[in-house]
């Protein structure tokens, strides 16, 4: 039974009308260079005052400069990142059939994407399968149960972590130190696992589109195989894999608290030609209720509960293929 899923047939009409379009042939290839992302240690957040401030300065420059950096010393350990990436090259390994079943791993009936059901040019068309869980939904996925309690042992260390790196982003800023626990519960996050399967095609679209995270930030622990790439100065910007580091990247929802301090960087994924690659991300939210105000005056963002953001995004995918995302509710 096949495994891949059938994006050549689901995609014929794209892939005949962009075959003699010349525009759509190298979108993907103005990468200039691979970048080291500003990597830090969190084990200096525990070695005193001095050295906890000088670790807060650091996440909060990069946090402004780039949107996204790398940790090491982050308290995940290798071993169970290593698990995790050996439990879904399992579960991806299931018959395309299987994955796409509405009752597959007991979950809800849009966790299994491929492609980009929206896609409509070989630019929008994202060559990658995910299973996108919400953390509340985890206990249900009893059938898979090394799955479940694997996904179960991450998305609790990721909550540990993400908790410790935001109340750091907000402490810069004068942010109440409990906001997040106050605003987030250990469900209200997501688990997404990625898996691009090698593309003949790569240099002609992409693995995963071009956009920003909806969240405060993101968590990602990617294999040795690279292609995650942001946007920097007009320019894409490839990001070299650190196998002890985790990439963590600011999400819309910090760019509006912290008034367009932190930014919410466009990134994408590039396929490979020849070997298939795999990443996880821990996408920290808060609950739907939540209302995310801007932390200084005068705010740049109106007031928007967490419940509006994503209905506006869901609206707006429909409509016009894409996110619009935070400019829809700039002030
Ligand atoms: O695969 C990656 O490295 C990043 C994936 C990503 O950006 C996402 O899942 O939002
Ligand atoms: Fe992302």
Not at 15 to 30: G, H, L, N
Not at 58 to 70: M, N, V
Not at 229 to 257: C, E, H, M, T, Y
Request: charged share 25%; net charge negative.
């Amino acid at each position: 039974m096949a495994v891949e899923p059938p994006f050549f047939k689901k995609y014929k009409a794209i892939f005949q009308s962009s075959a003699d379009d010349e525009k759509e042939k190298f979108p993907m290839v103005e990468v200039f260079e691979e970048f080291e992302l500003p990597l830090i240690d969190l084990s200096h957040l525990n070695l005193g005052p001095f050295e906890r401030q000088k670790f807060i300065e650091q996440i909060a420059e990069a946090a402004s400069e780039w949107g996204f950096f790398q940790i090491v010393n982050h308290g995940i350990p290798e071993e169970l990142l290593g698990r995790l990436k050996h439990e879904q090259m399992k579960v991806f390994q299931q018959p395309f059939d299987t994955k796409a079943n509405k009752n597959f791993l007991n979950l809800s009936a849009h966790t299994y994407r491929w492609g980009n059901p929206l896609a409509t040019s070989l630019s929008n068309l994202s060559w990658s399968e995910a299973l996108h869980i919400s953390v509340k939904d985890i206990s249900k996925m009893d059938e898979y149960y090394n799955l479940r309690s694997t996904i179960e042992e991450c998305a609790a260390k990721a909550d540990l972590l993400a908790q410790k790196l935001a109340e750091c982003l907000a402490q810069n800023l004068g942010i109440k130190p409990n906001y997040f626990q106050e605003n987030c519960s250990s469900s209200s996050s997501f688990l997404r696992m990625n898996r691009y399967p090698p593309c003949p095609h790569s240099s002609m679209m992409p693995g995963f589109i071009p956009h920003t995270d909806t969240d405060f930030l993101t968590i990602v622990s990617q294999d040795q195989v690279g292609g995650l790439q942001l946007k920097r100065d007009g320019r894409w910007v490839s990001v070299k894999p650190n196998p002890q580091a985790l990439v963590i990247n600011i999400g819309d929802l910090f760019q509006a608290l912290s008034n367009g301090i932190y930014k919410s960087i466009t990134h994408r994924v590039v396929a490979n030609k020849e070997v298939e690659r795999y990443s996880a991300a821990y996408f920290y939210c808060p609950t739907y209720e939540t209302v995310i105000e801007s932390c200084s005056k005068p705010g740049l963002y109106r007031n928007f509960s967490f419940k509006e953001y994503r209905e506006q995004i869901e609206k707006d995918v429909k409509a016009t293929g894409d996110k619009v995302g935070l400019s829809r509710f700039l002030l």
